[in-house]
């Protein structure tokens, strides 16, 4: 079965601290992976994609990494802020087209 | 563009009542998706067409849940009968083509009672 695992599932930092979010798929044969934020009761929003053939990709403050070969992927938030403070979900597109989607990381980044 | 809309944004029914949920895609997109997000099992895809065509639909929960998209712009979840546990948010979803970037909707949160 493939799966997206997400740990830890919450996090607490102090403001300006770099955030480092985990992702892990079991099978290497994705055609991307996905990082989304979403915040209390609100949709997804996307941050950043990286294709299968990638190794990064970096939005602003924003930087993901993949690893096909081990199955992961990295997302790193610079200097995080406040408003940082969401739930931050991977989902990794595997070769049946379906995303599928980890537990998430709820982030708090403290004052 | 407005992203992806989803109406209504709240739905409260009467167990046994026929829901109906409704989305509008990006302009230009040829793939849509429907989700569902509990806090239980997380989201789960539901349903997925490409260029109107259903092509996998395995994630249906039972036979109470159908889903159309009689054109490009459109596409309804319907829900018939309604059952407590059907409760969620319902997340529809948009892409150029399968294997791109997906753009999400608002939701609906529906509750079942």
């Known amino acids: 079965k493939q799966e997206v695992t997400q740990i830890p599932a919450a996090l607490s930092v102090p403001e300006g601290e770099n955030l480092v979010l985990n992702c892990s798929f079991t099978d290497s044969a994705i055609y991307n992976l996905q990082w989304f934020r979403q915040d209390p009761g609100k949709g997804l929003t996307s941050l950043l994609l990286i294709q299968s053939s990638q190794r990064e990709q970096t939005s602003g403050r924003l930087n993901a990494s993949l690893d096909k070969s081990s199955g992961r992927s990295t997302l790193y938030i610079a200097a995080s802020q406040p408003g940082d403070s969401a739930t931050y979900l991977c989902a990794a597109l595997f070769n049946d087209y379906k995303l599928s989607f980890g537990a998430g990381t709820t982030v708090t980044v403290r004052a | 563009d407005a992203g992806v809309i989803q109406s209504p944004r709240h739905e409260v029914t009467e167990m046994g009542q026929e829901v109906t949920l409704r989305c509008k895609p990006i302009s230009g997109h040829n793939s849509l998706f429907w989700y569902r997000q509990t806090m239980m099992r997380g989201l789960e895809l539901l349903i997925y067409?490409?260029?109107?065509?259903?092509?996998?639909d395995s994630g249906m929960p039972e036979d109470r849940f159908s889903a159309k998209m009689p054109n490009a712009s459109f596409s309804t979840l319907k829900i018939q009968p309604s059952e407590p546990r059907d409760s969620a948010v319902y997340f529809c979803?948009?892409?150029?083509?399968?294997?791109?970037?997906?753009?999400f909707g608002q939701g609906t949160r529906l509750t079942v009672v």
């Open positions: 979803a948009s892409s150029s083509g399968p294997a791109t970037e997906a753009f």
């Open positions: 067409f490409n260029n109107n065509v259903p092509i996998d």
